[in-house]
Structures are given as C-alpha cells and as structure tokens.
C-alpha cells in the first residue's frame, strides 16, 4: 500500500527577511524547552532554551518566545541567511528538576530560505 | 572536543541479520540517549542512561532491540534480528547531569535493512 511520510511543515523566506517558526506543546506540566536546528545528513544542533520562569530570550540572531497560557513556543530569526534552511524541532521537558533527559521532540519546521 | 562519535555512519545489511550500532558520548557527560527517526514518526527517544544506568527504555520498539553501557565512554544498540521496517537514522545524543539539559547528537547512522 502507499506509505504516508511525516507531513513537515514548510516555511519559505527570502534571505534577509525575519523567520517566526511555531510550536504548540502538548504538557502544560512542561517547564523547560529547547529549539534545535538539524541541517541535512546531520544530527539535531542545539540553537536556544528557555524555562518557563522566562516568556522571551535572545540569542544571536535568534529569539525564543513562549506563551504558557496557550502552551506556544515560536522561534523567530532575525535576518535569514541561505545557511539557515533547515528543519527546525522544538523539544519540552516536563517536570524540570526530575531525572535528566526525557526530551520530547516536535514533529519539526522545515525553513527554506531563498537567496 | 571531538563531539558525540556513532559508527558506522551507515549500514547496509539483509533482514534477519544481527546489527550494532555504537557510540562514543562527549567525554565528561553522564547521560546517553538514542534516538530513531524516520520520515514516518520523526525523531522519537528509544531509550536513555543516567551514569551508565539505564532509565527509560520505554520507547524500545520490540524484544529485538537492546542497548548496553558498559561504561561511561561507550554504548551499543543492537538489533536483531533487524527487519527492513528497522530502516532509518539511529542518532545517539549525550548531555551533563546538572549543567542543563542540552544534548549533544551525533552525526547518526543510517541503517538500510533490504
């Protein structure tokens, strides 16, 4: 039978223009989230985190948004560059402070930036 | 610091075959995951180490999957026997207890089982 693939989101931006890529998160028990970017035939690379104590924080170039009252993380990047394109997951942790690890990933946002 | 090291980078191998899958976490990190992802489900958690301990392997698919830490500087997942629908992208990822919960992944193996 026709197999179905995981159906990523697109977001398709000119170079130079801001990115805002969204995430809805599933346990409003979840205290601490990452943003990871994974290019091509790579791993997941670690971009920002954020605990829930915090509604914003900045990076370079990146900034991470999260609203708790309706559970949304955005991701936004300032001034996008061709080295940007890549799928973008956002990760929770539920009950910061427990035991380590436990990340649960996002379905993923793929970025294509034009030139 | 030469990062989280898997090997092989990929594998190619027939259905009924026995496949391991290793990885060299960063020096110094205490926590170990492997993770699988495919374009069917994404990137999903198979299971995670705590100093060399395994926590949770809940997200193991079946009895034909098995992971070991001998030790803190390597760890091994191993299949079998592996099944084509086992085909995919076997990331190992390793953090520090208590400096956060950053995990560092590794550059996958690809896993092809015809």
């Known amino acids: 039978g026709e197999s179905v693939g995981l159906h990523l989101p697109t977001l398709s931006v000119q170079e130079g223009d801001n990115s805002i890529i969204n995430c809805a998160y599933s346990n409003s028990a979840s205290d601490y989230f990452i943003w990871y970017k994974q290019e091509s035939g790579k791993g997941p690379q670690f971009i920002i985190d954020?605990?829930?104590?915090?509604d914003k924080r900045q990076g370079q170039r990146v900034t991470v948004l999260l609203n708790k009252t309706v559970k949304h993380l955005s991701l936004q990047i300032a001034a996008t560059q061709p080295g940007d394109s890549a799928v973008y997951f956002c990760a929770e942790i539920p009950n910061y402070g427990g035991s380590q690890g436990n990340l649960i990933f996002g379905k993923g946002t793929k970025l294509s930036v034009k030139p | 610091d030469a990062g989280v090291i898997q090997s092989p980078r990929h594998e190619v191998t027939e259905m009924g075959q026995e496949v391991t899958l290793r990885c060299k976490p960063i020096?110094?990190?205490?926590?170990l995951f492997w993770y699988r992802q495919t374009m069917m489900r994404g990137l999903e958690l198979l299971i995670y180490f705590n100093n060399n301990v395994p926590i949770d392997d809940s997200g193991m698919p079946e009895d034909r999957f098995s992971a070991k830490m001998p030790n803190a500087s390597f760890s091994t997942l191993k299949i079998q026997p592996s099944e084509p629908r086992d085909s995919a992208v076997y990331f190992c990822a390793s953090s520090s207890l208590g400096e956060g919960y950053e995990q560092y992944f590794g550059p996958g193996t690809r896993l092809t089982v015809t």
């Open positions: 954020i605990r829930s104590n915090m």
């Open positions: 020096s110094g990190h205490n926590s």
